[in-house]
């Protein structure tokens, strides 16, 4: 009998270690990942000191998750730096060595960038990739349709998860303040996808 409760005990913590690690696509404190189902992963970190003020720390990286585990990853801004992202209890752990070099992060993020920064998980997604606009302003329709009803816009260099892709136009999720959520279409001529610079 001890046996079965100890074999079941040890299924149990197996089970449980395995959903801990397991890093998912969302968003946390700063930071929004997307994970597609070959286990790329790319992400894109942005804070600020204060609402509108300079400097902006923002920078973003790509890896790619074999094991669920510790994920290499490659970050850039002007500059690229090394680094890694894991799953934690309560969100993702984010390590960039030299990551205060990146754009406006020494001022703003400090030194803990390069020892690994834990980020409370907000929203998980089922994001594919990441995509930029490309315009001033690129409108959100409720509909893979030019004349549906507009649902909002983002504006040049927001950054917004890719759900799916058909009849020419993106359908994505932009977060505000990690707090609402807009969701909806965007033309696919209008973003730009977030892949890694050319070595």
Known sequence: MMGRYLFFFLLLSSTTASIASDLLPGAYDKLIVSKDKSGDIRGYYQESLGKHQDPICSFYFY????NGDNVKVVSWSSEQKKGEI?????GVVLKISEGTEHDGCINVIGPQINTGVNLKKIYVMNWQSLVTAKNDK???YAL???NSKKKGWIIQQD???VVEKQNGFTHIQYII?????????VLNDAVDEVV????
């Open 63 to 66: 890896g790619h998750d074999t």
């Open 86 to 90: 894991s799953a934690s209890d309560t």
């Open 138 to 140: 690129v409108y959100i």
């Open 144 to 146: 893979p349709v030019v």
């Open 159 to 161: 950054v917004a998860g």
């Open 177 to 185: 303040d990690n707090k609402k959520v807009t969701d909806g279409w």
């Open 196 to 199: 890694p610079p050319q070595r």
